[in-house]
């Protein structure tokens, strides 16, 4: 038995600022309007339900609460360099310099910030925050830049 979770009628969704380096347009920093969807697939367990949907929200809100209104870099990528010091996080991607204030930024432990790469962050967040009992089988996370298009990602347990 599958379980939903839609971002966009839930209202789980975030807005950040990012850039794709070796992309030939989404090089440029630009933003989103994301909705983070959840799926999991199991068994009801006795009392007929297959996991409480409060606690699925909750994680994924919380995921999604750090991403919000930031600007979004890769850390782990080759092509960035990324300096953190005192206030300022100055970014050097081929012939550019970006700086932001400290505050507005969140650097994450990826190679690059892409649906698909946030996808897979979102999951390990999410299955890092719940105690997934074992009448579930394979949890999945999508995420969509805009409505009509995104990213699965997926993890049999």
């Given at each position: 038995?599958?379980?939903?979770?839609?971002?966009?009628e839930?209202?789980?969704?975030?807005?950040?600022?990012?850039?794709?380096?070796?992309?030939?347009?989404?090089?440029?920093?630009?933003?989103?309007?994301?909705?983070?969807?959840?799926?999991?697939?199991?068994?009801?367990?006795?009392?007929?339900?297959?996991?409480?949907?409060?606690?699925?929200?909750?994680?994924?809100?919380?995921?999604?609460?750090?991403?919000?209104?930031?600007?979004?870099?890769?850390?782990?990528?080759?092509?960035?360099?990324?300096?953190?010091?005192?206030?300022?996080?100055?970014?050097?991607?081929?012939?550019?310099?970006?700086?932001?204030?400290?505050?507005?930024?969140?650097?994450?432990?990826?190679?690059?910030?892409?649906?698909?790469?946030l996808?897979?962050?979102?999951?390990k967040?999410?299955?890092?925050?719940?105690?997934?009992?074992?009448?579930?089988r394979?949890?999945?996370?999508?995420?969509?830049?805009?409505?009509?298009?995104?990213?699965?990602?997926?993890?049999?347990?």
């Open positions: 038995m599958k379980l939903r979770l839609d971002g966009w839930l209202g789980i969704t975030f807005s950040a600022c990012h850039f794709l380096p070796g992309h030939q347009k989404c090089n440029r920093l630009h933003g989103h309007n994301y909705a983070v969807h959840l799926e999991l697939d199991g068994e009801p367990l006795e009392d007929g339900i297959v996991f409480d949907f409060v606690l699925l929200k909750k994680a994924l809100r919380e995921a999604v609460e750090e991403l919000d209104h930031c600007v979004l870099m890769p850390g782990q990528s080759e092509e960035l360099g990324i300096d953190i010091s005192g206030e300022e996080v100055s970014v050097q991607y081929q012939d550019k310099r970006y700086v932001f204030p400290k505050e507005d930024v969140n650097v994450l432990e990826l190679e690059a910030v892409s649906a698909e790469m996808a897979v962050y979102i999951l967040r999410v299955t890092n925050a719940l105690t997934l009992t074992p009448n579930i394979e949890i999945g996370v999508g995420i969509d830049e805009g409505k009509g298009q995104g990213a699965w990602t997926w993890k049999k347990l």
